[in-house]
């Protein structure tokens, strides 16, 4: 039986994965559960049918009300909460937390020796070296369903026989529009994706395509791949996760219908399968999958993202928060939506304009996250 911990449990990761452990009670012990404390009655309820040991809530506020419905349980507080849970005795530590603040989690994982199922790309793109190299080979086991494809398909030969890695994108819920007629997206419109339901950052970063960009860094890292060994193709079926192309010409696919209840079994599992983990496809009924060119005109995010891996050291950080300002003030009405885009390549401008890059750190990297988070907002408050 493994013994999990789950970061970000009330969120739809962490939701999810705790049906996948919950219908499968012969092989998964969940030991502790972290959560920020915005849904204190959903993170009560999750600890009273799974037993945790520990809770981990980032809000002391919070804290004390779930401590309060929770005797007998122990439950810790502050902002260092999950970074503590995250290094207890453990099989696997899923990180589903959203931003910046998965980094330091992540590397408690590391450091404790624990197998890593990651949903939170952004503690990778940010901590880039500094993840990777604290991490034992296979460590990691990537959660995001495109990464997951990815780890599926590169089972099929050697790295030497890597051409390059495909990575599909459904296109958002904007696909097809000029940027000229992407200058009224409402949030509410931003937040209708056609495929997945996520949280907030995440959808309206689909939305933008600033998450395929994160993708396209976090599967550079993880596999080693060169970034510009990696296509963006826009799918909007979303049935084919993403492919990997061979040196013989063979690109290999992982298909299924899109529930991220697949890739969160197969990271709590991995190397195994667990069966019936989601539905197959049904072959029985006609069915069209589509591919077409990622348009880097209306959609520079990707790009943007690749010139900031390119560039390495500290930059992707500032491209990460950068954005996840813009994305507030766009959700507040203070930005319009290419604005998001706009914003962040002129912070990363200016951060590439400076003095080249000191050793990396978490010191350092949290610092460029502030900073870039205030360039942003110094340029947001100028536009207005």
């Not at 009330?10 to 919950?22: E, F, L």
């Not at 070296?129 to 990464?147: F, K, M, N, W, Y």
């Not at 290999?252 to 079994?265: G, K, N």
């Amino acid at each position: 039986m493994r013994q999990v911990v789950i970061l970000g449990s009330t969120g739809s990761i962490g939701t999810q994965a705790i049906d996948v452990v919950t219908t499968r009670p012969e092989r998964f012990k969940v030991t502790g559960l972290a959560a920020g404390g915005s849904s204190v009655a959903l993170l009560v309820e999750q600890a009273r049918a799974l037993h945790p040991r520990v809770v981990a809530v980032s809000d002391p506020d919070a804290a004390d009300r779930v401590a309060a419905q929770l005797p007998g349980v122990e439950v810790w507080a502050g902002p260092d909460a999950a970074t503590r849970l995250a290094g207890i005795d453990a099989d696997v530590v899923l990180n589903g937390i959203t931003g910046a603040a998965g980094l330091e989690p992540t590397l408690a994982t590391l450091a404790a020796g624990t197998t890593l199922a990651l949903a939170n790309k952004e503690s990778l793109v940010i901590g880039g070296r500094l993840v990777t190299d604290a991490a034992a080979p296979g460590q990691i086991v990537a959660v995001d369903s495109e990464h997951s494809a990815f780890a599926q398909a590169l089972r099929s030969g050697r790295a030497e026989e890597v051409r390059r890695l495909i990575l599909t994108a459904s296109g958002g819920p904007f696909r097809g529009r000029t940027r000229d007629q992407l200058r009224d997206v409402t949030p509410e419109a931003a937040m209708a994706h056609p495929t997945w339901a996520m949280g907030r950052v995440i959808t309206i970063n689909s939305a933008t395509l600033v998450n395929k960009g994160l993708e396209l860094l976090e599967a550079g890292l993880l596999y080693g791949v060169d970034l510009s060994a990696i296509q963006v193709v826009v799918h909007p079926q979303s049935i084919v996760h993403s492919m990997v192309e061979f040196c013989d010409g063979s690109t290999i696919a992982q298909c299924s219908p899109p529930d991220m209840r697949l890739p969160i079994a197969l990271g709590l599992s991995w190397p195994e399968r667990l069966p019936d983990a989601a539905a197959a496809c049904d072959w029985t009924k006609p069915a069209s999958w589509t591919f077409e060119p990622l348009d880097d005109a209306a959609f520079p995010a990707v790009e943007l993202a690749r010139r900031c891996g390119q560039a390495g050291g500290l930059a992707p950080a500032v491209y990460n928060a950068s954005n996840e300002t813009c994305v507030d003030a766009f959700c507040a009405g203070r930005l319009d939506f290419p604005g998001i885009v706009d914003v962040v390549a002129d912070v990363v401008d200016t951060h590439l304009s400076l003095s080249e890059d000191g050793p990396l750190s978490v010191a350092a990297v949290l610092a460029a996250d502030s900073w870039a988070r205030a360039e942003a907002a110094q340029r947001i408050d100028q536009e207005h």
